[in-house]
């Protein structure tokens, strides 16, 4: 019976609080939003950068797959270093691959299977060698992975808010 109270008057200060204040509704799920997808994280926290299952484990998990973490990393650091991607591939034995992945001064050479592997797994090397205080992944992660910056929709519509709240004062 209390539990039922309880979630009875939960519902009423909820509900009293959409009509007094109805911008907090969206807020809130917006905090919400961000909170669950920073738990999913969580999980690349124990994982370090140079791991070989980083790759799939991305794949799986629906984030960017660590190429595409370094060429955001590249984007964001544009100025500081002139990075252009470079790749190379040779045969060095049965059914193995030599990739070589270089990235302005930060080069990175693995034995792979085939080049998409390499390409993967050369591209955590570079990223380790850029940012040699991270150990894990999830840090990565929260850095250039999905919902790191603000898209162009969302600072559009977060100045939109700002300004109708300073011209309503």
């Known amino acids: 019976m ?62 960017y797959s660590p190429y595409q973490i370094l060429v955001e990393c590249i984007k964001r650091l544009y100025g500081f270093e002139d990075m252009d991607i470079k790749t190379d591939t040779r045969i060095v034995k049965h059914h193995k691959i030599e990739f070589k992945m270089t990235a302005g001064t930060h080069e990175a050479v693995v034995i792979c299977k085939n080049k998409r592997e390499g390409k993967q797994r050369a591209a955590q090397k570079i990223l380790k060698s850029i940012h040699p205080q991270l150990t894990c992944w999830g840090a990565l992660l929260k850095l250039y992975g999905q919902g790191s910056c603000k898209t162009s929709k969302e600072k559009k519509v977060s100045e939109i808010y700002f300004f109708k709240k300073w011209i309503h004062l």
């Open 2 to 63: 209390i539990k039922f109270k309880f979630f009875f008057y939960k519902k009423q200060a909820r509900a009293s609080l959409d009509i007094l204040i109805p911008d907090l509704k969206n807020t809130l799920n917006q905090e919400q939003n961000k909170s669950e997808s920073l738990n999913d994280l969580k999980f690349f926290d124990s994982i370090s950068i140079e791991d070989q299952r980083v790759s799939e484990l991305c794949l799986k998990a629906g984030q």
